[in-house]
């Protein structure tokens, strides 16, 4: 079935230091979203991609969107201790009724 | 606005107990779906109501079953529970009109633990 990976599964970073968290699908998607878990709360909603190629920014968050749209990065410039949690992608194949299948999450820890 | 209400909190039940968790979405908010988290497995996605029909459903086994009402609200039951089945239960809503996915507002979680 439909698989989406996410790598790395943990991360530990200096404050100040760069960080990038990958997701790779099987199959093309129609759209994938990006969400942060801080720890104790819940998922929170970061943006979606739809269009091949795209990129898109907020403040030090870069999120970009696979030529194939098979693939996803979400980049964060110069981490702060507020960015640590953990980032999860989902992406959904039309074809699939717009199920949505989840990452397993990249867990960001910020030394400060 | 009110966010995604989830009740109860915190749960805990004894193996092969019952629970009902409850979810109320965001006003006007159509679709509701269910997620179990557990630590290093991520979301698990259980089921997905709209309209009061389910439109998607996870790999889990018939001991889980949801339901959604007129008002849009939903619960999810468990049945026969097993210590696995000790986890976080999100909820998330959207508004769903339709066009594609539009993201989703997921509620505090409930907590149940399985003695």
């Known amino acids: 079935g439909q698989q989406v990976m996410q790598i790395p599964q943990y991360q530990h970073v200096q404050e100040g230091e760069d960080f990038t968290t990958y997701c790779n699908s099987s199959?093309?998607?129609?759209?994938i979203q990006w969400y942060k878990q801080r720890p104790g709360g819940h998922p929170v909603f970061l943006i979606q991609?739809?269009?091949s190629g795209e990129v898109k920014k907020q403040k030090r968050l870069t999120f970009q969107f696979g030529e194939a749209k098979k693939n996803s990065s979400l980049h964060i410039t110069a981490t702060q201790t507020t960015d640590v949690g953990t980032y999860f992608c989902?992406?959904?194949?039309?074809?699939?009724?717009?199920?949505?299948?989840w990452g397993l999450g990249t867990s960001l820890g910020v030394n400060p | 606005k009110a966010g995604v209400t989830q009740t109860p909190r915190y749960l805990i039940k004894t193996r092969g107990q019952q629970v009902t968790l409850s979810c109320s979405p965001i006003?006007?908010?159509?679709?509701v779906s269910w997620y179990q988290q557990t630590p290093g497995q991520g979301l698990q996605f259980l089921f997905e109501?709209?309209?009061?029909?389910?439109?998607n459903k996870g790999n889990f086994p018939g001991r889980f079953s949801g339901r959604q009402f007129s008002n849009s609200r939903s619960e999810m039951n468990v049945s026969t529970l097993e210590l696995g089945d000790s986890a976080l239960y999100l909820c998330?809503?959207?508004?769903?009109?339709?066009?594609?996915?539009?993201?989703?507002?997921f509620g505090s979680g409930t907590q149940l633990s399985v003695l």
């Open positions: 998330a809503s959207s508004r769903d009109s339709g066009a594609t996915n539009e993201k989703l507002f």
């Open positions: 109501y709209f309209s009061e029909t389910q439109r």
């Open positions: 989902a992406g959904s194949n039309a074809g699939n009724n717009r199920k949505l299948i």
């Open positions: 199959t093309t998607l129609s759209n």
């Open positions: 006003s006007g908010h159509r679709s």
């Open positions: 991609l739809v269009k």
